[in-house]
């Protein structure tokens, strides 16, 4: 028997722009959109739909799961797409877990334009539209930061990981550019804080030199780097034969916001480095998070146009003061689906002198199918990825869609709502002590300490042991399971990795606490109080729960 066959075309876009396959487009992402706007519920976090994803959940997929043998028809394939959305989280204002934003429409309209071409930003014979949005964002950020933009330069890639990758590629070839043909000297050392992301952790692994040649600088109590203590810890290496090529400063800290000093780290570098005859290390601002901030590097605090609160001013000043020293970084990241409102993955590597860049390319013989031709212009031979998607044009469509002053006040409604959200817990719950307090921001971290324990001040000036702190972070930890249990109410986040703390017994120990992270655009003032008397009411209960177990275990 025969069996009838698909029309394959009609798959595709149209060839010459017809009406019909335009309708029938539209009409399918209308489906899309208004299946999704049917599971919304700004009462809480997830969106409706049943779906139970634990037990063998994962398993039962894996059996079930194959190819259709016929076509099945996209109205119908729709149909399964919206069930993956089934119980998803959403960005209501309810979601404050951590930086995961919503896609905003600007971000996802330039993924679509990108779609309807689908070019490849390896090279801009294939992929024109990329190449001109990436060199454009990469001038507009750069000037943003005060980089020298026809000297910069800067591609997109895969995260603020991957542009922590790409600085220690390039630390590697300015100190030694012959490793890339014989592989990288065993004497390299790279430097971060103990509060910076595992980004360069990971690199050191892979780019072989092996994670026990990152050193970790101690941080003070804001989680901003100890440079004193950077010092230090170059000399040693210095004085033991190695040589440090690359510092990782992390300006805004995953966790708490806490902003490294990068004119400090700077000056102390060039300087030891000088001394003993060495080349300053590659510096890279892993501002994947932070960076945003420097939309207000123009704002006129005097003016006020925008008529923020004293209160917000001050956070602002505090925050961009520490912002404004980025340029003095040789690379640096905005990961625009962070803070920038785009969809994943739209991350932006900078680089102060592009001709870095070239240190990492590959050679022409290297290249038998693209670039170095007698036509084309723009071949980023010199990124991890060979094939590229064009995600510049999300970044550019909402830059241009939010501006200068649209980001401004986005991102002081962040955090406006964290210091209402900081006031109302001082206020509501004095049980809870806030472990962030020094970083302004859009980020509120808190910890709840059993009866009489020592708080968060004895933490950080080493008057605990090592058992007490345990049982406090266990303490912590209740409640990040009380709170997890209910997510799809309000969606909190939690870090088992706030400041490392030495103990009175001469050992460390990371603190344990709970975030508040406020990244939906929905979360506004007139919502804390709601948010904050739920908490209140949660954290009643690990209290009333531990003390249940604690008569009980009297007896
Ligand atoms: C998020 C983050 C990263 C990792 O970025 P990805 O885009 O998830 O790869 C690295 N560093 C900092 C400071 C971050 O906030």
Redesign the pocket.
């Known amino acids: 028997m025969r069996e009838k066959k698909a029309n394959v075309q009609q798959l595709f876009p149209s060839e010459d722009g017809n009406p019909q396959t335009r309708q029938m487009f539209m009409k399918l992402i209308e489906q899309i959109v208004t299946g999704a706007d049917e599971l919304k519920n700004p009462d809480g976090v997830n969106l409706k739909g049943e779906k139970n994803r634990s037990g063998h959940f994962y398993n039962n997929l894996i059996r079930e799961s194959a190819i259709p043998h016929g076509s099945i028809p996209m109205e119908e394939v729709n149909v399964e797409l919206l069930k993956l959305l089934h119980d998803h989280p959403y960005h209501t204002k309810y979601f404050l877990t951590n930086?995961l934003p919503m896609a905003s429409l600007p971000g996802i309209l330039g993924m679509i334009t990108a779609f309807m071409v689908n070019g490849n930003n390896l090279w801009d014979v294939y992929g024109p539209a990329g190449a001109e949005a990436e060199v454009r964002v990469t001038s507009m950020m750069s000037k943003l930061i005060g980089y020298d933009a026809l000297q910069s330069g800067g591609y997109t890639t895969?995260?603020?990981?991957?542009?922590?990758f790409s600085g220690l590629r390039l630390a590697i070839a300015k100190y030694a550019p012959d490793a890339l043909q014989k592989g990288v000297p065993n004497n390299l050392y790279a430097f971060c804080s103990e509060a910076?992301?595992y980004?360069l952790f990971k690199s050191m692994e892979a780019s072989g030199i092996g994670s026990d040649r990152l050193i970790r600088i101690r941080t003070h109590a804001d989680s901003s780097m100890d440079v004193d203590d950077l010092a230090i810890k170059l000399s040693e290496v210095i004085a033991q034969g190695g040589i440090p090529i690359y510092i990782v400063a992390?300006t805004?800290?995953?966790d708490a916001m806490g902003i490294d000093d990068v004119a400090h780290i700077y000056e102390v570098s060039s300087q030891l480095t000088n001394q003993h005859g060495l080349s300053r290390p590659h510096i890279h601002a892993?501002?994947?998070?932070?960076g945003f901030f420097a939309f207000f590097n123009d704002y006129d605090f005097e003016a006020n146009p925008l008529a923020f609160s004293q209160e917000v001013m001050q956070a602002l000043i505090a925050i961009q003061s520490k912002m404004k020293h980025l340029h003095m970084a040789d690379s640096m990241?905005f990961?625009f689906?962070?803070l920038g409102q785009t969809p994943y993955?739209t991350?932006l590597f900078l680089v102060k002198d592009a001709a870095d860049l070239r240190l990492m390319d590959l050679h022409p013989d290297e290249t038998p199918y693209v670039g170095h031709r007698g036509y084309g212009q723009y071949h980023t031979g010199y990124t991890l990825e060979c094939s590229r998607m064009a995600s510049s044009i999300s970044i550019y469509s909402a830059l241009l869609a939010f501006g200068i002053q649209g980001y401004q006040q986005l991102l002081a409604q962040f955090v406006e709502v964290n210091l209402a959200f900081r006031a109302a817990l001082k206020r509501e719950i004095p049980q809870v002590e806030i472990v962030n307090d020094d970083n302004p921001g859009i980020i509120t971290l808190f910890r709840i300490y059993p009866d009489s324990n020592p708080g968060f001040q004895a933490e950080i000036s080493g008057k605990c042991t090592l058992k007490e702190i345990e049982r406090n972070n266990k303490f912590n930890e209740r409640l990040f399971e009380m709170l997890g249990d209910h997510r799809d109410r309000i969606f909190f986040g939690d870090t088992k990795k706030h400041l490392l703390v030495q103990t009175k017994d001469d050992s460390s120990i990371p603190l344990y606490a709970t975030k508040i992270f406020v990244i939906s655009p929905y979360t506004e003032t007139r919502h804390v109080e709601e948010i904050i008397e739920y908490l209140k009411t949660t954290i009643t209960q690990v209290y009333e729960k531990y003390s249940e177990s604690s008569m009980l275990s009297r007896r």
Do not use: N, P
Request: charged residues 10%; negative net charge; contains cysteine.
């Open positions: 930086i895969w995260g603020g990981q991957g542009a922590v910076a992301h980004s992390t805004g800290t995953t892993d501002s994947a998070l932070g990241c990961d689906q962070k993955l991350s």
